[in-house]
């Protein structure tokens, strides 16, 4: 089986938006309604066990804040994640996160080649939108075949739902692919439905077990920034290009 396609996580594989984006957008939203929560980046490196937003101020006020209640939580959350997701792409329109090392390179060179594109995330389809259009334009939504973002599918990360959804729209076997993620859930998830995958680890996930990883790295590299294999068999390769992508994909699927 050739490689046909590529599939990419977005929190943390293609940006920063964790750090930058989603934690300063949860605490702005907080802040506007008045609660006084505010998560400092040691306790979001935390609740970043949990996916999705809403399930995450939950599993904070559960945890951390056991004193606070509502008579109806669940639209009481939903309406903070709703203020949440305004200021998330505000944030994204002002330009607050740039796309990490070698990502807008290798989306490039993979259209060129005819590998076919598509998103795996379990954020809100608004954010990668915003994210996307303000990175790299809004002409480049199309060049993604299919973003599969948040309850699209019924079971977030570390469930593998959302990658078996982008699979199917594509009518694509996991084995023509690849995978590309940042966290301990998000590999779960793409081993779930038996894709093969790179991590490039950030600050929140370089202790994360990847069990099943094609390799680590630290960021995809560039020609004049090569990356940092921290697991995986040695290469020629200094930077994940198609033609490293074809030989691992030759190795492992
Ligand atoms: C991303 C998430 C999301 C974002 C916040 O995980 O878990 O919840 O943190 O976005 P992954 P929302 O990178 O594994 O897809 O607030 O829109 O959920
Ligand atoms: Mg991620």
Known sequence: MALEALIFDVDGT??????????VAFNLAF?????DWEWSNELY???????????????????????FSHDDLDNFVASIHALKTKIYVRLMDEGAVPLRPGVI?????????????AI?????????DALIANTLGKEALDWFEVIGAG?????LKPAGDIYAYVLAQMN??????VAFEDSHNGILSATEVNLKTIITVNEYTNTHKFDGAMVILNNLGEPSQPFEMIHGASTNSTYVDVAYLQELHAQYC
């Open 14 to 23: 293609l940006a920063n938006t964790e750090r930058d984006g989603h934690l």
């Open 105 to 117: 390179r290798l989306f490039k060179e993979a259209k060129e080649a005819g590998l076919r594109l």
């Open 120 to 128: 795996a995330t379990t954020t809100t389809p608004a954010n990668v």
């Open 31 to 35: 802040k506007e309604l008045g609660l």
């Open 151 to 155: 309850d699209v599918v019924p079971n």
């Open 45 to 67: 490196h935390e609740l970043l066990n949990v996916t999705g937003g809403q399930l995450r101020i939950k599993y904070y006020l559960k945890k951390y804040n056991t004193k």
């Open 172 to 177: 694509l076997d996991a084995s023509q692919c």
